[in-house]
């Protein structure tokens, strides 16, 4: 198939273009490069695929409407996985218009794209964050998620939003994923698993909010990619008869689904895991919570297991020793 992803230079877009490469699809990726981090890792990623001759990457910003208008009319895309997106929480207190171009008319155009194209299946990237401070656990897609506490979460909520009025109006399928805390190699410099494993080797303190009381559902990202490539062949249908009282139930051709492991990990542990990974004795420097932060998540994984047949299989020990093995590699320490 010929294949668009959205964010090709990212965590998650590099390993889902790789994937999605080895079984020889065509894959046109596009990604800004903006520098929210080092963008020499963005790159290394792009030449970690230049290998692949189905595999084309052009430097295009989502919200550069002709652009993207010109991407779409030049070639016809089977599938659309887009990953794109200002990321980051904390960096959407200081920073909050560049989640508005972004993640609101970036995510709007590549809409207009599906819709004038009719690609047959779009799948986009939402986030754990639009569960906010949600008490219940697990946090099931069927929660109401109105009051998000970040910026960056809002935005995640709207693209759901903004897709479902799409696929009412346009017949467009389209499935979501809240992605739960994505690690593995090749990840994000900003997030903690690049950060912990940086401060242990380098014997600095390692900044620990809320005191160590957090705990997140730690997702591999081989884990994540293998829902994505399962996902994209799981076509949502219109139901006519459904209710629509929810996004499990509604009318369009929409879906919804958490991607995580599917079991929550205290943030100490995984500290400790690391240690075991490193060698090292970690120094933890204790810290208040932070704005826009949560106590914990955790994903009921029950419906895409249901609708393709798959669980996160890679284990917190496990994933934190791939990563810190690549991690020493491509820093050569």
């Known amino acids: ?23 020889g699809h065509d894959i046109v990726g596009i990604d800004n490069l903006n520098d929210y981090y080092d963008v020499s890792l963005k790159q290394a990623r792009l030449d970690d695929l230049a290998a692949w001759p189905n595999v084309r990457f052009e430097r295009l910003d989502l919200a550069d409407r002709a652009g993207m208008e010109r991407l779409f009319a030049d070639t016809r895309f089977e599938r659309v996985i887009h990953l794109a997106a200002q990321a980051g929480v904390r960096y959407s207190l200081d920073n909050p ?36 401070q949600n008490a219940q656990v697990p946090f099931s897609t069927a929660d109401a998620v109105d009051h998000p ?18 696929s009412h109006l346009y017949g467009i399928p389209a499935t979501g994923l809240r992605f739960f805390t994505v690690y593995g190699p090749w990840g994000r410099p ?29 997702t591999y990202i081989d884990d994540i990619v293998e ?25 369009a051709p929409f879906a919804l689904y958490n991607i995580g492991h599917g079991s929550p990990v205290a943030l100490m542990d995984f500290v400790h895991a690391l240690e075991r990974a490193t060698g090292r004795t970690a120094r933890c420097d204790f810290k208040p919570m932070q704005p826009g932060d949560v106590p914990r998540t955790w994903a009921d994984t029950d419906a895409l297991f249901e609708k393709v047949g798959y669980r996160p299989q890679v284990g917190v020990d496990e994933g934190v020793a791939r990563f810190v093995e690549w991690y020493r590699s491509f820093h050569g320490i």
């Open 1 to 23: 198939m010929n294949i668009l992803i959205t964010g090709m230079a990212g965590f998650i877009g590099h390993a889902v273009a790789k994937r999605l490469a080895a079984e």
């Open 149 to 166: 506490i970040s910026l960056y979460a809002a935005t995640k909520k709207a693209n759901e939003l903004m897709t479902h009025s799409y």
């Open 190 to 218: 900003d997030m903690a698993m690049f950060k912990f494993t940086r401060a242990i080797l380098a014997d600095e303190p390692l900044p620990v909010f809320n005191h160590g009381d957090l705990s997140r559902d730690f």
């Open 97 to 132: 218009h560049v989640y508005a171009q972004s993640n609101l008319v970036g995510h709007l155009n590549v809409l207009e794209g599906c819709r004038h194209q009719q690609v047959p299946h779009l799948i986009y990237a939402s986030s754990s964050s639009v569960y906010g």
């Open 227 to 251: 829902g994505v490539v399962r996902i994209m062949q799981a076509i949502p249908e219109a139901d006519p008869d459904s209710p629509g009282a929810s996004p499990d139930q509604s009318t």
